[in-house]
Every structure is written in C-alpha cells, then in structure tokens.
C-alpha cells in the first residue's frame, strides 16, 4: 500500500532549474527508498537517481552527476530531485518509484511507481 504522486514537472529553457517532488503516502513510508527514472520518447526508461530510506546511499546516472540533486524529508513523505543546468536532452517524462530501505539503480527492483511528470527543456 504505497502510493506516490510526481509533482514539480513544467517547460524550463536550458541552462535553469527545477525541482521535483514525489509524495508518499501508505504505512511504510518511514522506510522507503525511493528513486528517479526518466523516459524519453523513442528511448527505454532509464534511471536517474536514488536514495535509501535513511539518506545514508545516494545514487546517480553518471549524465546528470554534478547537475541533479537528490534528497528526502521524511516528516512530509516527500522525495525530490532538485535539477539545475538543465539540457535539452534532460526532457523525458520522470517518474518516481519506491522499494524497501536500499536504494537501487535498477528499474525491477521497484515495487511502487508514480505517473509520471513531464519536464520540456527548451534552447
């Protein structure tokens, strides 16, 4: 019983910012990994980044090192991903997904997933 909903998502030109949120509600949520996987038309789903149920392991696709930032409150349940430097090639539909406690690069390991929000990068 985990449910997530993607926020944050929008039209940004190249070179800005924006942050996403994904929301988690259900009874284990305390003790979520949650990670970020983006799609882009054509192309297969790939991951983004993620983050254990403590904080304590962060993960990222070596594209967005340096430019994405991943990080949690667990008093609001809330995941984000914080994009700064955005590139065209960055625009993909981004979905949240969660697991128990470990964070993990790989999409199967995910049991819970969102809908997805759309993020346009524009030059």
């Known amino acids: 019983q985990v449910q997530l909903v993607e926020s944050g998502g929008g039209l940004v030109q190249a070179g800005g910012s924006l942050r996403l949120s994904c929301a988690a509600s259900g009874r284990t949520t305390s003790t979520l990994a949650m990670g970020w996987f983006r799609q882009a038309p054509g192309k297969e789903r790939e991951f983004v980044a993620a983050i254990s149920w403590n904080g304590g392991r962060i993960y990222y696709a070596d594209s967005v090192k340096g430019r994405f930032t991943i990080f949690r409150d667990n008093a609001k349940n809330t995941v984000y991903l914080q994009m700064n430097s955005l590139k065209p090639e960055d625009a993909a539909i981004y979905y949240c997904?969660?697991?128990?406690?470990?964070?993990?690069?790989?999409?199967?390991?995910?049991?819970?997933w969102g809908q997805g929000t759309q993020v346009t990068v524009s030059s």
């Open positions: 997904a969660a697991r128990s406690y470990f964070a993990s690069m790989t999409e199967h390991d995910y049991n819970a």
